[in-house]
């Protein structure tokens, strides 16, 4: 939201953004304590060996999740974004609770700290204001960006409303009709990002690693100091260079960190060649992941959709990367056993390559325009 002449200071809104980041946290944590403790799990089980049933292990969470995203929206719209972070904390709290490991357990702190401390933050103006709540969303807004910019705040959020005054949304809507194009480009751009292998990277890279007689926090270790780069890079660059370019550069940086996966598993390399290979492609995947098809799709979608129907949108499109994700945790060992690593990550790099040009043909750059200007531009891409 744009405001005029001086900005907020952000030091108002940080506690706010802090403790609504626990939840990212919280998903981070629970992809990557699976990825070290998957070996010790399957023989505590039996299972150590059977590919499908490693898998299961991983994507299990994730079918939890795609259930989980379907409601979301819904649950977003009906209760608002505090309450909704709050009980997504719950099940974290409980699930924490009944496993026999204390790399799972401990993860009940960040749940129960993100559910104590969003009493303390504010409540979505956006959601408040579609609630008729209009003197509600003037505090919050107060809270987040200052009294000064509270009054042209409020103003832009009516323009961003204006025409959207209905408030049930019909699940038809999104997809026929105006709201086609965003769901089309957001569930797309979701879907690549998970067909590129990024969390088959993330799920087994201590197994890929220790193949090659690397000891697994060591590997671990440098995967999450490469995701974290990339993070802060992408942060600095995000609102320089725009969404569009670092979307491009990410995944041709992925497709170029798969091709050194394949010549890594070619005949053309071997011993300690092989090793740099594979090891190095796989950090420099991370890397261009974290650049751009990490952190921008989510920050895309915030964009591009309409406040009426962002909720449910966002759940749904949500919900076809979950469903992606569980497949690629569950079949990705099985696959690495049955066609060979040179075919797999062949197939990942050419999905990263489909992205690229999914970006350039569909994705339209949102960097300093207003959701008006935004709706214009893909009407306009309609139309061409």
């Not at 998970?194 to 000891?215: D, H, K, R």
């Not at 909720?311 to 569950?330: P, Q, R, S, T």
Request: net charge positive; glycine share 10%.
């Amino acid at each position: 939201m744009r405001l005029p002449n001086a900005k907020p200071c952000w030091r108002r809104s940080l506690r706010h953004v802090v403790v609504a980041s626990i939840s990212s946290f919280l998903y981070g944590y629970h992809i990557g304590v699976v990825n070290e403790t998957l070996e010790s799990i399957s023989i505590d089980l039996g299972f150590s060996g059977n590919t499908m049933a490693e898998g299961l292990v991983v994507s299990i969470c994730l079918g939890g999740a795609f259930i989980g995203s379907l409601f979301s929206g819904w649950i977003a719209d009906g209760v608002g974004r505090r309450r909704s972070f709050q009980l997504c904390a719950l099940p974290m709290i409980i699930g924490a609770g009944m496993r026999w490991r204390i790399c799972f357990w401990v993860s009940v702190i960040p749940a129960t700290m993100l559910a104590l401390f969003m009493e303390i933050c504010a409540e979505s103006p956006h959601w408040l204001f579609k609630r008729g709540r209009t003197i509600e969303a003037e505090v919050e807004f107060e809270k987040l960006l200052g009294a000064v910019h509270v009054k042209s705040a409020m103003t832009e959020l009516s323009k961003s409303e204006r025409g959207d005054e209905s408030g049930t949304v019909k699940l038809s809507e999104l997809f026929y009709g105006c709201h086609f194009r965003v769901m089309f480009i957001g569930s797309t751009l979701f879907a690549l990002q998970q067909l590129s292998g990024i969390n088959a990277v993330f799920y087994f890279s201590s197994t890929v690693f220790e193949s090659f007689g690397v000891p697994s926090d060591i590997a671990n270790t440098c995967v999450g100091i490469c995701n974290l780069l990339g993070s802060v890079i992408a942060m600095i660059l995000m609102d320089k260079l725009g969404r569009k370019v670092l979307l491009l550069g990410s995944f041709l940086g992925m497709a170029a960190a798969m091709g050194l996966q394949v010549i890594a598993a070619s005949s053309f390399a071997s011993g300690f060649g092989a090793m740099y290979l594979s090891v190095g492609g796989m950090l420099m995947f991370v890397l261009s992941f974290a650049l751009g098809a990490g952190p921008v799709p989510c920050l895309l979608m915030s964009e591009i959709l309409p406040g009426r129907i962002r909720a449910k949108a966002m759940a749904l499109c949500l919900a076809v990367h979950w469903v992606i994700n569980f497949f690629v945790g569950l079949l990705f060992l099985r696959l690495l056993e049955q066609i060979g690593a040179q075919l797999l990550y062949a197939t990942f790099g050419l999905f990263c390559l489909l992205a690229v040009i999914f970006v350039k043909k569909y994705v339209l750059e949102t960097k300093g325009k207003s959701l008006q200007e935004i709706e214009i531009a893909l009407l306009a891409q309609e139309a061409t």
